[in-house]
């Protein structure tokens, strides 16, 4: 059984920043890449950042690209997500997921365990 854990998210104003972490454990098959997805109201799920198994790589959507930074600690287990510079547009149910393979895939079919879900909510 795997489990993902996340934390961090909140009500911020925008410009603010929040910092989203997600711990892996269980029985996941070594090694893989990690990535973060978020929702928003009324729509569809959508890749934000990946890392890969070994750190090397690491994929933004474009939106989101010189604002946020994904990371990974030496264990590997727990990725994190820095948000700076939020914007409202920015608010959205936020999750973390362990990839299938080693390499970053932006396509949600690509990831195997999800975890619940951490709201992000950014004020004009």
């Known amino acids: 059984q795997v489990q993902l854990v996340e934390s961090g998210g909140g009500l911020v104003q925008a410009g603010g920043s929040l910092r989203l972490s997600c711990a892996a454990s269980g029985r996941i098959t070594w090694p893989y890449s990690m990535g973060w997805f978020r929702q928003a109201p009324g729509k569809e799920r959508k890749f934000v950042a990946g890392?890969?198994?070994?750190?090397?790589?690491?994929k933004y959507v474009e939106v989101v690209k010189g604002r946020f930074t994904i990371s990974r600690d030496g264990a590997r287990n727990t990725v994190r997500l820095q948000m700076n510079s939020l914007k409202p547009e920015d608010t959205a149910v936020y999750f973390c997921a362990v990839g299938a393979s080693p390499d970053v895939s932006e396509l949600s079919y690509n990831y195997a365990c999800w975890g619940q879900g951490t709201q992000v909510t950014v004020s004009s």
């Open positions: 890392i890969s198994w070994n750190v090397n790589s690491m």
